[in-house]
């Protein structure tokens, strides 16, 4: 009882907290198609995309009037900056408009007094979400695109007189894989769900492995077009699969504590009621929830059956590690790349993810080990952490469902 205790502790805190500060480092995107060089325009023409769940921190009133567009338009327009030299060139012909699946898109036109020296430069969200990245595609008319990524540390970006970018292209595919997954607490909080109870380094390994495997071929199908997904639904499965990992941490540390997947159950039944007075239920989403229920129910039923339960969590690992790739494969798709950069893209892009996640078991592991030389702080630690986890999971998954 105690445990239980323990775990529900954890999971009103967490709760509580996330509440208050919602959701993992966004992202954000923008497309500058800039003038051809033998025309008379010396500008850009910008189409910018935000999420919804970041521009709720900026406090706009999130009703999607044509008040609330423009003040996203122009906050837009105004931190998406394009300089010339000393100069910033003025934004004219903003509009924005409502998309699906949780985003507002903004477009405007830049003219700039001259090409030299010009510079992009991004301020958004620096003053609530400093660790926010932002990708920038960059078009030219007789130049390869090209794609970057800037942040509150690098928040320039300088653009050379035949339109193209100072920068090599794999090295860029390579820093935003390793950045994506080190901004991503949802892929980090799964990453040490996946091996907070690792019994040694060879399981970390065989569970790092069936990880990278199954999001490397689902991350690889998405983004050459063979498989087409809805990548709401993929992110709040993102967030499904952290709950069920983090309660099968905690439930496996609290000698099997009957009320641990109870409560996981319990949790997605009372959404699965309460979701209609708040959205429209689709068939989609309704089979969503029936279908994460009886998994979520039988996957307990045979771990409770099983003498080595932890044997299941490589079968898992690479079942969610599926889903994982689909969401890494959405920002492939957001960066729109032309077939030509599309493989070496894709191949930069996972090595830094790679790079990224041997980065974070590095950093993890041995803090585990040293941790486990305690054992009474390390069942404490690893049930209110997994305890945490699960409850963040579960608001992941309800937010990134309902948006």
């Known amino acids: ?14 709760l509580a907290g996330v509440m208050a500060h919602a959701h993992n480092l966004g992202t954000s995107y923008s497309q500058w198609t800039l003038d051809a060089p033998s025309s008379s325009g010396k500008g850009a023409d910008v189409q910018a995309r935000v999420p919804q769940l970041q521009l709720s921190r900026l406090q706009l009133d999130p009703r999607y009037t044509p008040d609330y567009l423009t003040q996203v338009g122009t906050l837009l327009a105004a931190d998406l900056q394009l300089w010339a030299g000393e100069q910033r060139c003025p934004a004219s012909q903003i509009q924005a408009r409502q998309e699906s699946e949780g985003w507002v898109t903004a477009t405007w036109r830049v003219d700039c007094p001259s090409t030299d020296d010009r510079l992009i430069r991004t301020r958004l969200f620096e003053s609530v979400a400093p660790s926010h990245l932002h990708f920038v595609r960059i078009d030219s008319p007789d130049q390869p695109s090209q794609q970057q990524v800037l942040n509150f540390a690098a928040p320039t970006l300088a653009i050379s007189q035949n339109g193209t970018t100072q920068e090599s292209s794999l090295t860029h595919f390579v820093r935003i894989g390793i950045e994506h997954i080190l901004s991503g607490w949802d892929h980090l909080a799964f990453i040490l769900m996946l091996i907070l109870l690792a019994g040694s380094l060879r399981d970390v390994v065989w569970v790092a492995t069936g990880f990278t495997v199954a999001h490397s071929l689902t991350l690889a199908a998405a983004s050459l077009g063979w498989v087409l997904v809805d990548q709401a639904r993929v992110e709040a499965l993102i967030g499904f699969s952290i709950a069920l990992v983090a ?7 609290s000698a099997r504590d009957v009320w641990i997947p109870r409560l996981l159950l319990l949790a997605l039944f009372a959404f699965a009621l309460l979701t209609p007075a708040f959205t429209a239920l689709t068939l989609m989403a309704s089979l969503l929830m029936a279908g994460l229920l009886l998994f979520t129910a039988c996957y307990f039923a045979l771990l409770a059956g099983a003498q080595k339960p932890q044997r299941w969590r490589l079968a898992l690992t690479f079942i969610f590690g599926l889903v994982h790739g689909f969401g890494f494969a959405g920002l492939m798709g957001e960066l729109q790349l032309p077939p030509a950069q599309l493989i070496p893209g894709l191949l930069g892009f996972n090595i830094g993810v790679e790079l990224g996640q041997i980065f974070v078991i590095a950093l993890i592991w041995p803090l585990l080990l040293l941790l486990r030389r305690h054992p009474r702080a390390a069942a404490w630690g690893t049930q209110s952490v997994s305890a945490a986890v699960a409850g963040l999971g579960v608001f992941w998954f309800v937010t990134r469902l309902l948006v």
Request: glycine fraction near 4%.
């Open 247 to 253: 309660a099968e941490n905690l439930w496996l540390s």
């Open 1 to 14: 009882m105690n445990n239980l205790r323990q775990a529900l502790l954890g999971f009103m805190l967490l």
